[in-house]
C-alpha cells in the first residue's frame, strides 16, 4: 500500500511539474495592436519597435499588424471591427479621427487609469495635439490616448534636376514666386519630367489655403472657415500650377515619379523619408515649405495617436503598451529610423530627432521648422461635426476647382453652406 502511495504521488508531481510551463503559459497577457504603415520602411521599423517591447515585458506577449487599408478605409475597418469584436487592443489612428472613435464610444477613456500612473506628464508632449485628446465629451475628464508622433510637411526636391536646370535648392525663406519658377523651369527639361506633385488628400491642398491666410474652420472648430478670400488665392494658384502642365495631374500620386527620378518637387511629410533613403539611387533632400501670401512659415502639424479599443480585455496592459510605445526609448528608436518626428515636445527630444539619419544628408531641421512654424496648424478632430463628410466634401470640391471646372470663388461662396449640416448646433 505504501508502494503504491509513493508511486501515486510521484507520478501526480510530474504531472503538475510538466503542468507548470503550461499554466505559466496561459498567463501570459496577449496584446495585438495596429498602425497603418506607407510602405515596407515603415512596416520594418513598428516590427522592431513591437519586437523589442515584447523583449523587455515579462507576462505579455505582442503581436503587431500593419493594416493593410489605404485612406479613410484603414478607419472604417476598425470601426467594423471594433463593432464586430475582432479589432486590435490598442492601435493607431489619424489625429482627424479622434472625435469619430471617441463619440461613438470605440475608444477607451483612459484619464482615470494614466491618473494612478505616476510616470505619466500630460506636458511631455505637444500641447496642440494634447489639446484635442484631453476634449472632454459629456463634461468628463478625457484622455483619449497618446500622441505617436507629429510630423509636418517638407518640400522634397531631386538635386539632380535641380543641378540639370541650373537653380539653386531651396531653402528657408523661399517664397511661392521662387517655387513656382523652380517647377516651370524644372518641368522644361524633358517630357517625361514633371516639376511638382503631391498627393490628393486634404494636407496638401490645406497648405495653400492656410499660406494664403486661410482656415478649414472657424476659431472653435464648429463650422467651415473656407468662404474666405484666403480660399481663393490659395486655390487659385494651386489651380493654375496644376493646369499649366508644370505639375503632375493632381491626385495622380506623386511618391512613385519622385523614385524614378522624375519629379523635381514632392510635398509630403517626414514619414516619406525612410522610402526615399532606401529607394531613390539620386541626389535629394528636404526643404522647408515656401512662403505664401500670408508673409508666414506655413505648415500642419500632423499627428496620430495610439488609442485603446473600448472591448479590450486588458485596459491596463493596453494603457502600459501605449505607454511604452510614446516612450523615450522607443520614439528614439522609430526616430532614428526616419519616419517619424518624437512626440515628445522637450529639448532633448528634438535634439535627438535632429541628430537621427547623420549618414543620409536629410535636412532634418526642414521637418522641425515645419512643426514649430510661426503658423502651424494643427490637425483637427471635429467634436462638433462629422469629419469624414466634410473631408468628402472639401475634398470633392477642390478636385472640381484643380481640373478646371469649378473656380476658386465659386467654392469659396459655397462649400460652407454645402457642409453646414455637417457640423452640430
Not at 515579462?58 to 475597418?77: F, N
Not at 478649414?216 to 473656407?226: I, P, Q, S, V, W
Request: proline content about 5%.
Amino acid at each position: 500500500m505504501f508502494k503504491r502511495s509513493t508511486i501515486l504521488f510521484i507520478v501526480t508531481a510530474l504531472v503538475a511539474s510538466l503542468a507548470l510551463p503550461l499554466l505559466a503559459q496561459d498567463e501570459d497577457v496577449s496584446l495585438r495592436w495596429r498602425t497603418r504603415p506607407d510602405n515596407q520602411a515603415e512596416i520594418d521599423v513598428y516590427t522592431a519597435a513591437s519586437e523589442a517591447i515584447d523583449a523587455d515585458w515579462d507576462g505579455v506577449a505582442l503581436e503587431y499588424e500593419p493594416g493593410g487599408s489605404e485612406g479613410a478605409g484603414y478607419q472604417d475597418v476598425l470601426v467594423s471591427e471594433v463593432e464586430a469584436g475582432i479589432a486590435p487592443d490598442v492601435f493607431w489612428i489619424p489625429g482627424t479621427d479622434i472625435a469619430r472613435f471617441a463619440s461613438a464610444g470605440l475608444i477607451l477613456n483612459l484619464a482615470d487609469i494614466a491618473s494612478a500612473d505616476e510616470n505619466y506628464s500630460e506636458d511631455d508632449f505637444y500641447a496642440g495635439p494634447m489639446g484635442f485628446l484631453t476634449t472632454p465629451i459629456d463634461d468628463m475628464e478625457a484622455l483619449w490616448g497618446l500622441p505617436r508622433d507629429v510630423s509636418a510637411f517638407a518640400m522634397y526636391y531631386n538635386e539632380d534636376l535641380f543641378d540639370e536646370a541650373g537653380l539653386d535648392y531651396p531653402e528657408a525663406g523661399w517664397t511661392w514666386d521662387d517655387f513656382s519658377e523652380a517647377a516651370s523651369e524644372i518641368a522644361g527639361l524633358g517630357d517625361e519630367i514633371a516639376g511638382f506633385g503631391m498627393d490628393g488628400w486634404w494636407g496638401p491642398y490645406g497648405y495653400w489655403i492656410n499660406a494664403a491666410g486661410g482656415s478649414f474652420f472657424n476659431e472653435d472648430f464648429t463650422a467651415c472657415g473656407l468662404n474666405s478670400d484666403a480660399t481663393v488665392a490659395g486655390l487659385e494658384f494651386a489651380a493654375e500650377l496644376f493646369g499649366s502642365g508644370d505639375a503632375l495631374p493632381y491626385g495622380s500620386g506623386a511618391e512613385a515619379p519622385f523614385l524614378a527620378g522624375q519629379l523635381g518637387l514632392f510635398m509630403n511629410g517626414r514619414w516619406a523619408t525612410p522610402n526615399l533613403i532606401a529607394g531613390a539611387d539620386f541626389g535629394w533632400n528636404a526643404a522647408p515649405l515656401p512662403i505664401g501670401p500670408s508673409g508666414e512659415a506655413t505648415n500642419w502639424l500632423f499627428w496620430g495617436a495610439y488609442v485603446v479599443n473600448a472591448n479590450t480585455e486588458h485596459p491596463e496592459e493596453a494603457w502600459e503598451l501605449v505607454t511604452r510605445l510614446t516612450s523615450a526609448e522607443i520614439q528614439g528608436q522609430v526616430s532614428s529610423l526616419g519616419a517619424n518626428i518624437p512626440s515628445r515636445a522637450t529639448d532633448e527630444a528634438i535634439e535627438l530627432f535632429l541628430g537621427t539619419l547623420p549618414d543620409s544628408g536629410v535636412n532634418n531641421q526642414a521637418f522641425i521648422d515645419g512643426t514649430t512654424s510661426a503658423d502651424v496648424r494643427t490637425e483637427a478632430p471635429l467634436f462638433a461635426g462629422n469629419w469624414p463628410a466634410v473631408d468628402a466634401a472639401y475634398g470633392a470640391g477642390v478636385a472640381e476647382v484643380m481640373a478646371g471646372d469649378l473656380s476658386a470663388q465659386e467654392f469659396a461662396d459655397t462649400i460652407c453652406d454645402t457642409v453646414a449640416a455637417e457640423f452640430e448646433g
